[in-house]
T-cell receptor, first 112, second 113 residues
Framework: SQQGEEDPQALSIQEGENATMNCSYKTSINNLQWYRQNSGRGLVHLILIRSNEREKHSGRLRVTLDTSKKSSSLLITASRAADTASYFCATDSGGSNYKLTFGKGTLLTVNP | DTAVSQTPKYLVTQMGNDKSIKCEQNLGHDTMYWYKQDSKKFLKIMFSYNNKELIINETVPNRFSPKSPDKAHLNLHINSLELGDSAVYFC????????????FGPGTRLTVL
């Protein structure tokens, strides 16, 4: 069953603006990851946040996690046209049969 | 060097045919996965293998049979293809079968006519 739900489904902004995407999930998680998918390509890992972490940074990316609300957000600052892609959150529940459950993704378009 | 590679990139075939997709990773990872991404971009895991051993089979029809000859390869064979099998199939790998970054291949777009 689907775990993550990204919001919004599509986001269009101008270069230089910040982009915020949200992810909500239903069951308890061990970790949450964000991936990017450029059109016609495979997914690329961006950042992982553990369930005991609240915020994490990597370059222009900032991820927050609120386990009480079962939600996460991905902020991309000073966006560039090259950031145009679909962004997916993925959760895992740990355990021996480890698997990632992906949301439906947010399509981000950054206009030059 | 390509970390996770898949062949072919595109596959167009008739209903009822049998086809295979190959995947290879040169990262030395222990775990490999197959995902299916539908037309709405929803990505769902199908199988995972750890050191050639099947770990996860997500209620995939038995027309789909993964085969792992060694831990660097995980191929996907599909029998009696149906229209609903049309999708993009992604192979991925990770260092171990636990919390690890997954590295994805470029995908194989399968179209069943």
């Amino acid at each position: 069953s689907q775990q993550g739900e990204e919001d919004p489904q599509a986001l269009s902004i101008q270069e230089g603006e910040n982009a915020t995407m949200n992810c909500s999930y239903k069951t308890s998680i061990n970790n949450l990851q964000w991936y990017r998918q450029n059109s016609g390509r495979g997914l690329v890992h961006l950042i992982l946040i553990r369930s005991n972490e609240r915020e994490k940074h990597s370059g222009r990316l900032r991820v927050t996690l609120d386990t009480s609300k079962k939600s996460s957000s991905l902020l991309i600052t000073a966006s560039r046209a090259a950031d145009t892609a679909s962004y997916f959150c993925a959760t895992d529940s740990g355990g021996s049969n480890y698997k990632l459950t992906f949301g439906k993704g947010t399509l981000l378009t950054v206009n030059p | 060097d390509t970390a996770v590679s898949q062949t072919p990139k595109y596959l167009v075939t008739q209903m009822g045919n049998d086809k295979s997709i190959k995947c290879e990773q040169n990262l030395g990872h222990d775990t490999m996965y197959w995902y299916k991404q539908d037309s709405k971009k929803f990505l769902k895991i199908m199988f995972s293998y750890n050191n050639k051993e099947l770990i996860i089979n997500e209620t995939v029809p038995n027309r789909f049979s993964p085969k792992s000859p060694d831990k660097a390869h995980l191929n996907l064979h599909i029998n009696s293809l149906e229209l609903g099998d049309s999708a993009v199939y992604f192979c991925a790998s990770s260092q171990t079968g636990s919390t690890d970054t997954q590295y994805f291949g470029p995908g194989t777009r399968l179209t069943v006519l």
